[in-house]
């Protein structure tokens, strides 16, 4: 429940703490004192779309703070769901910089104002005229009817099959897709082959393949060269036999000059060099024979190098041979496509009666409730001065499941004995749309544990005796939970074992708006002004303090 709201400088609240009590309270005041005011601060700290523009001075911080006790409403895993301290009496604040940008806190822990607004949707449930229209919103009735036909686990159990169901129609899609929408595998096992008879073992073979190609191109003119080069070694008077003539003139003297000797050994191994060098020319002159059959097959070869290179745009053999590795990969990974399009397929029918067996039973278990629903709401009706409504509740299957399940809610209304039930929203007038809101919370209130109802002139388009009912049921739902009214009648004002006064004061040309508990006395006066209007009289007090004796 609600234990204390703090405002500071709130459109034209300045400065504003209020304490709140258990049970049923109502609140009062004049046509624009400034209601809404108070219930657009509570927004705030609920986590509503914040606007540096209601703030009364827009160069100090807007501050709005709600303490509310939630102790015995087993909130502690929600709250380590979003990482906020938990505390039996938490804090909900929200605040509006100068700047224009708002910040949240719970319990002082900084909040995105989402996640604000779902701790505040566990605690405080604001109804405004405006909430008929969730007569008309599914998500809203089958909360509901699962409230009341306590349907917390197989709502659980359906979103789970759900999501299984989803997760398995995604996988088969994208298995389809690579089947369907991928590249023409053939096509991939042909270029595959191509490759494959290419036989390309090294990235450094076409290197290899174009040296000895140019040899043979020029094997005459080398052959030629190398040998005039060997004939020049071996010939008489040759470069050998010269080495030789060198030799002896040397070691001839060398006896007489030991320098000489060093020379005559660095000749000699000259020689040796020159000698290893002849064979080499001579092994090298040999192997560069004109092949014409070994000249055909490495230019073919090169062929294939260049044709595959083109035809891929790639610049080496070693891109090719990678090519080569992605492509098997694809076709192998392509060959065991049929049987996970298979597995797939199985998975997908296996989730989907799943699904199936999880809507059934949550349909099941709606149907079964909607008989006590339309008893109570009846009854409820009754009470509010419409003994000859009824309503009826029915349930459409639908062919896509949301994450509500298979249903949709259907409700047909009467205010009329013997005529035919209509959809509500077609028959009913305001009054009678606020009634059956009005029930229906009353129902809501009991399943869903919800500390705090802000009503926000429920009293539309009734008076008299359908007001002191209206009056009787509030008081009546704050036995187990909180419950403020913001009413223009008498008797819902008087019903409320606190009572609140809105007004708004001018001073040094200045409007502010305030709000404060009333004393018994205080609450005669205000009942006296709300029955007779500004002109309060005796009587106008004795009916007040009637209304006020009767609650």
Known sequence: MIQHLYIRNYALIAELKLDFSEGFSSITGETGAGKSILLGAMGLALGERADMRSALNEGEKCVVELTVNIQPYALQSLFEELDFDYEDETILRREILPSGKSRAFVNDVPARAADLNKVAQRLIDIHSQNDTLLLRDTTFQLDLIDGLAN???????????????????????????????????????????????ARLESPDEEEAVEEELNRLQHGEEVAEALGNADRFLIMESGLLDQFDNFLQQISSVAKYDSRLNELVDRMRSAKIEVEDVQGEVEKIARDSEFDPARLRELDQRMGVFQHLKAKHRMQSLGALIEL????????????SLESRLDGAKTALAAAEKSLKVAGDKLTKSRKAVLPKIEAEIGGLLKELNMPDSSIVMSLDKIEEPTAKGFDDVNWGFSANKGRSVQPLHKVASGGELSRVMLALKAIMSKSQSLPTIIFDEIDTGISGETARKVAGILKNMGKSMQVIAITHLPQIAAAGQSHYLVSKQSESGETRTSIRKLADKERVEEISRIISGDVKSDASRANAEELLAQE
């Open 151 to 197: 349907n917390s686990d197989a709502r659980l159990a359906f979103g789970e099959a759900l999501a299984a169901y989803k997760g398995a129609a995604r996988q088969l899609k994208q298995v389809e897709e690579e089947l369907t929408g991928g590249e023409d595998m053939d096509y991939q096992q042909y270029l595959l082959q191509e490759l494959v008879e």
């Open 324 to 335: 080569r590795g992605e492509i098997e990969t694809k076709l192998e990974r392509f060959s």
